[in-house]
């Protein structure tokens, strides 16, 4: 979530400045040209610019003047001092820079010569700063023909026009200044605009690029990264450990109702031997396996008692019996080549021994699977598994619901088998065996091996220590059903667990043909 | 109190610093920055200046002499080359062109320009040879006021083997000296006033000293006078030539060397009376009577003939060990009258 968040302030912000970036360089971009313009603010006929200012663009300018009355305008560009000469005493506005961007600021200059007298007397505006404000007020009738300096040899440059007039100043050396006079008769001083071409540059559209270019890419790979995850395939890598002290309980509730058909003894008992058995601190179970393993656990419930059938014939057969429901005769070919694997082996050979000896072969199984599950996660079992479901049925299954929560699977195997067969029988047993866990486990099944439903749950308990809690894991209450009816609690777990790791391999891609888990009962079928 | 001092110092350093930074990004409007007023002014004039004044010079007097009339040659000709043009032009009017105009070319040769920002200003332009092939003139241009242009105020043909003197470049101006500038072996406004004596007085007088010998103009002029001497001694009558320098009209230019070139204006006045004859007045100067002489009309006791002088000088720094240097002259009558 956070991730998106800033994927999403990245892009945005990349695209903020983005669009800074542009909008720069086109929308607040600079004009190209800088003009400034002024009115006359004093009495008389005369503008004048103070030195500089006309080299405030930097480059040539261009100077418009207008005749408020109409009149001729004459523009002309000398030295200074000849303009200073030439004005005179005379009133005159003068120009001194830039008020804003597009006013010039003015100073009126009062007339001190006889040339203005009637501009002396006005009340003259103190140097006003504003170069918009109002025309200036018309001069009294001179009696005195306006001064024209058109023609002067004073002007490097001029120009004369009636009513406007223009010129283009490139600026030399030196304090040059502009005198714009308004001639003839009833004249005012003209309004003067300076035009400077400004060359605009665009610092900020490169950058603004570049850096909203990277944080929208940033931005994007982000929010696309936050996406996928969010969205696609849950991958290996989001098959996260998840320390569910909670998981179990939940499926706890959920099992509970089975339980709850069994004595309440066995719930109490439940839950006590949990934590101990379990010494492994994690248990894993994705969702998809929970949901599968409540799926299945609702489709076997009421075939509970079919697991029995094959365990107990397994149980009877001993060694041999098993042969019969497991041996495909398709698949042995192919499984045998294939579990070359010494983990495989060594299920067998310990298999063999769960079936000789009971419980340590349950204990050793454990640890054969664990070593399997290392090198064959569900390879070797689900074969099997598939077989035994097939032989089985559902009784594989059933336990299934169990599975999912490794403490709670043992209150419903005990409490099917308890249900099943008998209560008391199972109660003792499996208090004892699930608090030792693999200690206990030996001597139940011997006992299992007499009564099916008791030493089926006992058998499972001490399984469940650390290969219950990995079938627990994988969601495998098969071990439940499978040991109910086992003679051999050791393989009935395994099924069990086969069946559930067949399960869940399914998404994998494990066929339940799958090369290894077609070895298993092939080379059980041998050993038995 | 101390908190919030500090506090307020604290703000108040912020503040400064978001005043930094946004008046960073504020835009700056540009100030004027004029040029440094340069410690020695620029010429008056540029040099494509000074040629467009010689053009509208001598634009105006090509029209004026084309017509033989007066009509507009004020707005650029004023004192004795106002005066002289328009005595020339009533001579030629009367002799029907056998008495020609002086010839004024405009074109420069070299421009001696004042670096000065005051008025009056006077340049001077030596200018090309002119047709007839006589000796180049020296005009000298001057503008009295601001709002007025530039005009020919005179012009002086230059002796000849006469060296100018050399005149920093047009680009860099020559200084206008002040009529009693101190430096100089004479102050220009007593330069002409000796020569006047000196040309009144001849070698009698007191500054003979302090001018080169004889220059051809003095000596044309000692050479004008002789036939007229010579009438009033057959006629037992008087002749005299006085020249007299005109106040105020002296102008004075630095040289490279840190002398002068000073051209100053002087009338000469010569007066001639006899009696028991009869004087048949010339056209030409019957011309520039103003009317108050008939053309082939005979005088018979009084002639008196006033000439309008231009010298120029060259007037070397005190100290140096060298006389005034005539550098060219002209003289044009102007004026005659007579009984």
Redesign the interface.
């Known amino acids: 979530m956070l991730q998106r968040l800033i994927a999403a302030v990245l892009s945005v912000l990349g695209l903020a400045a983005i669009a800074f970036g542009v909008g720069s360089a086109t929308l607040w971009r600079a004009e190209d040209t ?1 003009v400034a313009s002024a009115r006359p603010s004093a009495d008389g006929t005369l503008v004048a610019t ?4 006309l ?4 480059g040539a300018v261009t100077v418009a003047a207008e005749a408020v009355g109409g009149t001729k305008v004459v523009l002309a560009i000398g ?4 303009v200073a ?2 004005v ?1 005493s005379d009133a005159h506005t003068l120009l ?3 008020a ?2 597009g006013t010039l600021s003015t100073r009126a200059v009062e007339g001190t010569g006889p040339a203005a007298p009637d501009a002396a007397d006005a009340p003259d505006e103190a140097p006003v700063e504003d170069g918009a404000q109002a025309p200036a007020p018309a001069p009294a009738p001179e009696p005195t023909p306006a ?1 024209d ?1 058109d ?4 002007w ?1 440059q001029q120009a004369t026009g009636e009513t406007t007039a223009e010129l283009t100043w490139t600026p030399e ?3 040059w200044t502009l005198l714009a006079a308004g001639v003839g008769e009833g004249a005012q001083a003209p309004v003067v605009r300076l035009s400077w071409p400004q060359t605009v540059t665009t610092p900020w559209l490169v950058p603004g690029l570049v850096v909203g270019g990277l944080l929208l890419v940033t931005g994007l790979v982000l929010g696309a990264r936050a996406w996928r995850r969010g969205r696609g395939p849950a991958g290996p890598s989001t098959w996260h450990p998840v320390d569910t002290g909670a998981t179990p309980v939940v499926v706890a509730s959920g099992s509970a109702p089975l339980a709850d058909t069994a004595a309440s003894g066995v719930r109490a008992l439940t839950p006590g031997p949990q934590p101990t058995s379990d010494e492994r601190p994690t248990v894993v179970l994705t969702r998809r396996q929970l949901r599968e393993a409540a799926a299945a656990a609702a489709a076997a419930t009421p075939a509970a008692t079919r697991p029995r059938l094959p365990l107990r014939f397994r149980a009877q057969a001993g060694g041999p019996a098993s042969a019969a429901p497991e041996s495909t005769p398709p698949e042995v070919a192919p499984r045998e080549a294939a579990p070359p694997g010494s983990a495989a082996r060594t299920n067998d050979a310990l298999q063999q021994d769960a079936l000789q000896h009971g419980a340590p072969r349950d204990d050793a199984r454990g640890s054969a699977e664990r070593r399997s599950d290392a090198f064959l996660p569900a390879a070797t079992e689900p074969v099997r598994a598939a077989d035994q479901r097939r032989g089985t049925g559902s009784s594989a299954t059933t336990p299934q619901p169990v599975a999912p929560q490794p403490a709670p699977a043992r209150p419903s195997r005990t409490a099917a088998a308890p249900t099943s067969v008998g209560r008391r029988g199972t109660l003792p047993e499996g208090a004892p065996s699930s608090a030792p866990s693999r200690p206990d486990a030996p001597r139940t099944p011997p006992v299992a091996g007499s009564g099916a439903a008791g030493p089926g749950s006992s058998s499972t308990a001490p399984a469940g220590s650390r290969a219950d809690a990995w079938r627990r894991a994988w969601g495998v209450p098969g071990a439940t059903g499978a040991e109910q009816g086992a003679p051999g609690p050791a393989e009935a777990p395994d099924q069990g667990a086969a069946a559930e790791r067949h399960r869940s391999g399914d998404g994998p891609g494990d066929g339940p043909g799958d090369g290894r888990g077609a070895g298993d009962p092939e080379r059980r079928g041998k050993d038995s | 109190m101390d908190r919030t001092t500090r506090t307020r110092r604290r703000a108040a350093a912020w503040a400064a610093v978001a005043a930094l930074v946004l008046s960073a990004c504020a ?1 700056t ?7 440094d ?2 410690a020695v ?2 010429p008056a ?2 040099p ?2 000074a040629e ?2 010689l053009d ?1 010079v001598g634009a105006t007097l090509t029209t004026a002499d084309a017509a033989l009339s007066t009509d507009g040659l004020d707005a650029r000709l004023s004192g004795p080359a106002l005066a002289s043009r328009t005595a020339e032009y009533a001579v030629t009017s009367a002799t029907a062109g056998a008495k020609g105009l002086t010839p004024v070319p405009t074109s420069a040769q070299t421009l001696v320009v004042p670096n000065t ?1 005051e ?1 009056p200003r006077v340049q001077l332009v030596v200018t090309e040879q002119p047709d007839d092939l006589s000796s180049p003139r020296l005009l000298v241009l001057q ?1 009295a006021s ?2 007025s ?2 005009m020919l105020w005179g012009w002086a043909r230059l002796l000849p083997g006469v060296q100018m003197p050399a005149t920093a470049t047009a680009d860099v101006g020559s200084t206008p000296l002040p009529p009693d500038a101190a430096g100089l072996v004479v102050a220009p406004a007593d330069v002409a006033s000796q020569y006047a004596d000196l040309l009144t007085n001849g070698d009698a007088s007191a500054f003979a000293s302090v001018f080169a010998g004889p220059d051809s103009f003095r000596q044309g002029l000692l050479t004008g006078r002789e036939p007229l001497a010579q009438v009033a001694a057959q006629a037992s009558g008087t002749f005299s030539e006085i020249s007299t320098a005109v106040p105020d009209q002296t102008f004075a230019l630095s040289t490279a060397d840190g002398g002068a070139i000073v051209v100053a204006a002087m009338t000469t006045t010569s007066s001639l009376t006899f009696s028991g004859a009869t004087l048949p007045l010339p056209p030409e100067l019957a011309a520039v009577s103003g009317g108050a002489l008939a053309p082939g009309s005979e005088l018979r006791s009084s002639l008196g003939v006033t000439y309008s002088d231009v010298v120029a000088f060259y007037v070397p720094p005190a100290g140096v060990q060298a006389p005034v240097e005539v550098l060219g002259a002209e003289h044009i009558r102007t004026s005659v009258t007579g009984a």
Request: charge should be negative; avoid cysteine.
């Open positions: 800088l103070a030195p500089g200012v080299e405030l663009g930097g030295k200074e001092p000849d000469g030439w005179g001194t820079g830039l804003d961007g001064p300096p023609g002067s040899d004073l490097v050396p030196g304090r | 835009p409007l540009p100030e004027p920055q004029p040029a007023v340069p002014p620029p004039v540029t494509a200046q467009r004044v509208a920002q008025w503008q601001p709002r242009q530039y």
